[in-house]
């Protein structure tokens, strides 16, 4: 693998080794504060050194963080920012919050993480917005089908004030969530064996009548049927073989998801349609967030905050310079090891997409659901004011330009 890895020189077998001594957290914050390569020396003197810094003192609270399938490795594939979140809630606290991250789908998976968050079991949880709409429908808010035109408009939302009555306060009301922060995609295509040998997609006809995995979101399982692109429930740990085999022919999620997932062996086009958000992010407990001091609760909103910054500059970096979705594409990220050519269609095909499915433009289709979401929002039309302030920024402007907020202070 030529991608960098920091890690790659250190078995798995040793990192375990290290986390029997020390914890998988000490192990993990300590493997993810490195910059460079690493050695397995140096990195079990920054993990005993990390241990000793988080044991000082005794904690007040310790918050289980169940990160799916989220490890150090591949944190730094979709940089969806937990492991910084952790550390600098750690550091800003001075230790009176102690974070033990359980990634690697070991206490809880994408499915299942948001349930476990609601069930006290875990406190914070990492997991996409999408599938975890199955425990908090109110996520599906997020999934209106072309109502952001660009990563820019997603992060301008998440940094704006007006995201707390459309997105945060009725999803903490509703179901006792309190959203953090995210990482900030837009979904796609991802065509797996039967498109190897067929042309770079450039229309959005050549789509037409594909059968694709569809995730949780029930909004966007309504823009694949307007479509045309047969959605089909399928488990995330069939996806990979029904790529491979063809048994589907693709699998909606976006570029750096397939990345961090090992798609990319089975993916042959990633086809960049930017139909519907693809946001993986991290909420906590409303419950255990009111359990805590005053000076606790600004603490985890000031380490969110600086996720958020974090996650919006690292990310796009990595799109490019890790997974390899751009034109060129960049020589030893992981979609040209793999071959996985980057389908970018023209504004036209586009907005042809955006006139089939949209509310904007079929508004009969997303009628049940968005009377639905609205009356769980308190009578706002979520759709309209979601719309409304994804375009106060230019469709254009770059995701890494757009001026980071606190969005709990007007």
Not at 97 to 124: A, H, M, P, W, Y
Not at 333 to 347: K, M, P, S, Y
Request: glycine share 8%; charged share 25%; hydrophobic share 40%.
């Amino acid at each position: 693998m030529k991608v960098t890895d920091k890690l790659s020189g250190i078995s798995r077998r040793d990192l375990f080794k290290l986390a029997g001594r020390y914890g998988m957290s000490s192990t993990l914050l300590a493997a993810g504060a490195f910059t460079g390569t690493v050695t397995l020396p140096s990195l079990a003197k920054a993990v005993e050194s990390t241990y000793d810094k988080r044991y000082k003192k005794e904690a007040k609270h310790v918050l289980k963080f169940g990160a799916s399938g989220f490890n150090a490795r591949n944190l730094l594939i979709e940089r969806a920012g937990c492991l910084e979140f952790a550390r600098d809630l750690e550091s800003r606290t001075d230790g009176e919050i102690r974070v033990e991250f359980i990634g690697d789908n070991q206490i809880c998976g994408q499915l299942s993480c948001v349930e476990k968050t609601q069930n006290g079991i875990v406190d914070i949880y990492a997991a996409s917005t999408q599938n975890s709409a199955g425990g908090a429908p109110y996520l599906n808010v997020l999934d209106y089908a072309y109502v952001f035109p660009g990563r820019a408009s997603q992060y301008h939302f998440l940094y704006s004030p007006e995201s707390n009555k459309i997105l945060r306060e009725p999803l903490e009301k509703r179901h006792g969530l309190k959203f953090l922060f995210s990482h900030c995609e837009l979904r796609g295509l991802q065509m797996g064996s039967n498109f190897k040998d067929k042309p770079t997609v450039s229309k959005l006809e050549e789509l037409f009548g594909t059968k694709n995995r569809v995730t949780g979101t029930q909004l966007g399982r309504i823009a694949m049927q307007l479509l045309n692109l047969n959605p089909v429930p399928v488990a995330w740990e069939e996806t990979l073989d029904g790529l491979k085999t063809g048994l589907i022919d693709g699998a909606e999620t976006w570029a750096s998801a397939v990345a961090y997932a090992n798609m990319s062996p089975v993916v042959s086009q990633s086809v960049d349609l930017k139909f519907f958000c693809g946001t993986e992010h991290t909420s906590m407990s409303a419950k255990v967030f009111d359990s805590l001091d005053g000076h606790l609760q600004d603490a985890v909103m000031e380490s969110s905050y600086l996720a958020q910054v974090h996650v919006q500059a690292a990310n796009e970096a990595a799109l490019v310079k890790t997974v390899g979705q751009s034109d060129p594409q960049l020589p030893d990220t992981i979609f040209a090891q793999h071959g996985v050519r980057n389908a970018f269609l023209a504004d036209d095909q586009i907005k042809m997409a955006e006139e089939m499915c949209s509310p904007e433009f079929q508004p009969a289709a997303w009628e049940q659901w968005r009377e639905r979401i609205n009356k769980w929002a308190g009578g706002m039309d979520t759709y309209t004011e979601l719309h409304r302030v994804a375009r106060e920024v230019p469709a254009d402007m770059k995701p890494e330009n757009v001026e980071p907020r606190r969005w709990w202070k007007d």
